[in-house]
Every structure is written in C-alpha cells, then in structure tokens.
C-alpha cells in the first residue's frame, strides 16, 4: 500500500503515527495510574448498578402494590411477593 502513496502522503502519514504513539505513550505512561483510575471505574460502575438495581425494584414493588388493589384476584399474590421482597 506504501508504494502507491506519493511522497506527500508518506510524510503525512508519518506524521499522523508519530502523532498516535506520542498520544498513547502520555497516556498510557503511568501503570498504576492506570490501575487506580481502571479500579475507581469499577468502583463507580457496582455502586452505580446496586442503586440503579434498588431503584429498579423498588419502583416494581410499588407498582405491584397499586395493581394489587385493582385485581383483587391477583392482589393476594402479589401482596405475597411484595412481604417476601421486604
């Protein structure tokens, strides 16, 4: 592919990588900086899922209460769910 490119394009593609492994060297220049920021993430991702996830439920559980009292039939079983859940 490189005999194709005239002399132009050859320097500016040599630029544009040199550029690339400039930009991922400072980057990447750190490895524990890399582990506390990858850690931190983490960190932040299972607190971000526990909340989401108790909302989530605590929002079907209070829809499963209001539809309890508009079928009568299924409302003793979802009362049901709804003490085991608490």
């Known amino acids: ?3 194709k490119l005239s002399i132009k394009d ?3 593609l040599k630029a544009r990588r040199q550029l690339l492994d400039e ?3 400072d980057f990447y ?3 524990t900086r890399i582990y506390r920021i990858n850690f931190l993430r983490g960190v932040c991702f299972g607190f971000g899922s526990i909340l989401g996830g108790t909302a ?4 079907i559980v209070w829809i499963l209460t209001q539809i309890a009292g508009w079928f009568p039939f299924v409302g003793e079983f ?3 769910i709804v003490n085991a859940i608490q």
């Open 1 to 3: 592919m490189d005999e």
């Open 10 to 12: 050859r320097s500016e």
């Open 23 to 25: 930009l991922f060297n």
């Open 29 to 31: 220049a750190s490895r």
């Open 56 to 59: 989530l439920v605590a929002i």
């Open 78 to 80: 979802i009362n049901k």
